[in-house]
């Protein structure tokens, strides 16, 4: 008497119709919730691409800029202006019989002058190839699929 | 049976819903593709422009950091002639062309003509400066900016309101002269070289438009110092953004040059010059024990920063190899003996006491070799040969040696190779040797006094360093380190033979110690024991001759004696106010070493031999 009324009660159909129907609407849900989920990264990488572009052109113009700098600073430097800021503040060339000597025991001069690594300092090492820089959801799930399905196939 | 009924009208009206907005779509879609022809559509994935990166020449500098060539941002400069308002303007026009070729000191026949054509040719855009400097560009800029346009006219390309608003100068800093509608600028980066001339002959320079090194080290390491600047398909796809071209900056180049001294060293040779009249010279300093070459002096010299002037041809052609004469092989003179002496003390056929009676003459190979001043000096000892520089002397030595020892000595000191010095032009020289083609018997004796050879200053020093270096012979090196990426690279030094034992430059050094000193040479330095040699060696002219009208004088020694930090080699080409090495080259040694001392920090003799017992 339970079976058959259980299966009354699932066999309905007015109640088979409504599961079609939940279904498609969960599918579509399921599926506009995908659509949503890639619109929402693909902008956030659109939106990342444009800012790694404007950063580009803006390393760019700040490089320009730089090498202004570096070659004022450098100009500032020559060998010639600093000679004359020196005779302007009353300084002059030594000559040898000038020198002065004062031993200091147990200092020891290099016999080479060691210069400085300074751009040891400036490099930055960033990996900037990400593969989600420059990859679509789609193509990122196909690779996955690939992979995936790469093993299969070999069978 | 009722509701059944219902509930079918509920699902057609949804499905009647669905279907016509599926036939809406597809619709479009249909309407899309056959009025629009799809040819014509961009392509997403090709879409791009043209882009180069600011990519930086490594910069070269001394071995204090001091930069002796950088980099500078420059502009092209392209001029829209066109007519945008449709009126006649071309007053207008004319007037920036003028402007232009004031401001951008333009000299070029065609380039003026073709600005000044009337009526303009139909091309739109003229490109009227290619390297001009940021101070040019903001004073045209400024003069555009100020010229009365027609009414209408717009001054700033659509959609730079807000730019428009800003100073011009930030607008020049933010976006150089982008928003002014008639000029358009590009920067890009060519090479400078701040200190002008100095060690021009040994940096090199780059040819600004091939962006390519010529000469020195700016050609050797031209591979390394280049900053890739090649210009890449930057596609406007966001989703490409990382294949847009990243700047690449080459390598600095640290150099083992101080750049002070160098300086001292030229501001020394060119007032010799011009003293006593020689029509080129160099002067290289070198650390015996490192084989850093401290200062490598060449005159003349070129701008480099403005190569492609006339007057700097002749130097920048490099024909006879005249860019650097440290690397210019020529026949150097008596200051060979001091190698022969060496060869003939090491292999011990002579002694510093041994005798010799000069009787102002001697034949070998058919040939009678003389002194320089063609008579016989008579009783000698090895030093006083080599004090006096007598010809007949070394001949003489030369002849116990033999040749097969005596060019085996030469072999070994490297004569007739390159010593890789990192400098692109270097040459070996031209040494022979008994088992050379027409090699006569005579050449021994004349080789022996440095006659018939050619050799570089940089050969000299790479040879002496083995008698100033206890026989440790090392190879000059004018590259201290690469830096690149972050990571720096020094090279060692490198030790390249010992053609000589230590006692044998022990006992050299001694002997031209002692004969500097006998002879009161005008090389000498108070307070400083040096040794060396001079040198005189006639030129040879073709049709004529040896003739002793005009020479090349030379000078090489080192010091101090028992710790040698430096060795000198000063070279003078067809002097005019004396033709001795010992009146024009030492003079100017002395000089050069007055300098290296202060500059190195190497204290006088008494004060060295005191700190060294007091260390004991």
Redesign the interface.
């Known amino acids: 008497m339970v079976d058959s009324l259980m299966q009354a009660y699932s066999n309905n159909p007015r109640r088979k119709k409504l599961q079609i129907l939940g279904s498609i609407l969960l599918f579509l849900v399921i599926f506009a919730v995908l659509l949503v989920s890639y619109l929402i990264v693909s902008s956030r990488v659109v939106a990342m691409g444009r800012q790694l572009q404007s950063a580009k052109d803006e390393i760019d113009q700040l490089e320009y800029i730089n090498v202004n700098y570096m070659n004022e600073i450098t100009d500032l430097s020559r060998i010639e202006v600093m000679e004359e800021r020196a005779k302007e503040l009353g300084f002059r060339a030594p000559y040898p019989g000038e020198s002065y000597y004062i031993p200091v025991p147990g200092l020891k001069r290099e016999a080479v002058v060691e210069v400085p690594d300074q751009s040891s300092h400036l490099g930055v090492d960033v990996n900037v190839n990400v593969p989600a820089y420059h990859q679509s959801l789609f193509e990122w799930v196909r690779e996955r699929l690939n992979l995936f399905l790469e093993p299969l196939r070999e069978l | 049976m009722n ?2 009924i219902t ?1 079918n009208w509920r699902y057609l009206f949804v499905a009647v819903f669905f279907g016509l907005f599926a036939v809406a779509i597809i619709f479009q879609m249909t309407r899309i593709q056959l009025t629009v022809d799809s040819q014509e559509l961009p392509v997403a994935h090709e879409m791009g422009q043209w882009e180069k ?2 990519s ?1 020449r490594g910069l070269i500098l001394d ?5 002796l060539a ?4 420059v502009y092209a400069v392209d001029v829209d002639f066109s007519n945008p308002s449709g009126r006649n303007d071309a007053a207008v026009a004319n007037t920036i062309a003028e402007l232009a070729i004031e401001i951008f000191e333009i000299t070029n026949p065609d380039m003026i003509e073709l600005l000044r054509q009337d009526p303009r040719p139909p091309q739109r855009t003229i490109t009227v400066a290619r390297f001009a400097s ?1 101070k040019q560009v903001t004073r045209f800029l400024s003069a555009v900016e100020a010229l009365e346009l027609p009414p209408g006219y717009p001054r700033a390309r659509k959609g730079d309101q807000e730019q428009a608003e800003m100073s011009f100068r930030e607008q020049f ?2 976006e ?1 002269c982008g928003n002014s509608l008639r000029v358009h600028c590009s ?1 890009h ?1 060519i090479r ?1 070289y ?2 002008e001339d ?1 060690a021009a002959n040994v940096i090199g320079f780059v040819m600004r438009d091939e962006k390519k090194g010529y000469l020195g080290v700016e050609e050797k390491y031209d591979a390394s110092l280049f900053g890739n600047d090649r210009s890449l398909w930057a596609l406007w ?8 071209p ?2 690449d900056h080459g390598a ?1 180049i ?1 150099l083992t040059i101080d ?2 001294l160098q ?2 060293v030229e501001e020394i040779l060119d007032k010799a010059m011009k003293k006593n009249g020689s029509l080129a010279g160099t002067i290289l300093v070198m ?1 015996p ?2 084989g ?1 070459i401290l200062a490598m002096a060449s005159a003349p010299r070129a701008d480099i920063n403005q190569y492609w002037k006339e007057d700097y041809q002749p130097i920048i052609n490099n024909l006879g190899n005249v860019f650097n004469f440290g690397i210019k092989a020529y026949e150097p003179g008596s200051v060979v003996k001091v190698l022969t002496m060496a060869a003939a003390l090491d292999a011990g056929v002579v002694e510093p006491d041994t005798e010799f009676i000069d009787k102002g003459k001697i034949e070998i190979g058919g040939i009678t070799v003389k002194n320089w001043n063609d008579e016989a000096w008579g009783p000698q000892t090895m030093t006083t040969c080599m004090q006096h520089s007598l010809n007949v002397c070394l001949a003489w030595v030369a002849k116990q040696l033999e040749s097969e020892r005596f060019y085996s000595y030469f072999q070994a000191f490297g004569f007739g190779q390159l010593t890789g010095i990192e400098l692109a032009g270097e040459v070996p020289g031209l040494v022979k040797n008994h088992q050379s083609a027409q090699f006569t018997r005579s050449e021994l004796a004349t080789n022996a006094f440095g006659q018939g050879i050619e050799i570089t200053p940089v050969q000299m020093l790479k040879a002496i360093s083995a008698i100033a270096n206890d026989g440790e012979m090392v190879a000059p090196r004018i590259i ?2 690469i ?1 690149d ?4 690279y020094t090279p060692p030094k490198t030790v390249v033979g010992h053609p000589i034992s230590e006692e044998t430059a022990h006992t050299l050094t001694d002997m031209l110690e002692q004969s500097l000193k006998e002879e009161s040479s005008l090389a000498l ?4 024991s040096l040794a060396g040699k001079t040198g005189t060696a006639e030129i040879y002219v073709p049709g004529k001759g040896y003739t002793d009208s005009a020479t090349n004088a030379s000078f090489v020694g080192w010091g101090p004696v028992e710790d040698p930090q430096f060795i000198v080699y000063v070279w003078f080409h067809k002097p005019a106010t004396s033709i001795w090495g010992s009146e024009i080259a030492a003079p100017v040694f002395s000089k050069v070493v ?1 300098r290296v ?2 500059h190195r ?1 190497i ?2 003799d008494s ?1 060295r031999i ?2 060294q017992e ?1 260390a004991e």
């Open positions: 509701d059944r509930f990166a600011a930086r071995r204090n950091g001091h930069v950088g980099n500078q941002t940021k800093a933010v150089d920067p980066l400078s701040p200190e100095l796809d966001p989703h490409k953004a990382d294949q847009a990243d700047p600095n640290i750049a002070v300086r001292d650390d024990e490192s850093d201290h380190s830096i990426e972050g990571y720096r330095v108070p307070g400083v007055q001392v202060i920090g204290p006088p004060v005191s700190l007091a």
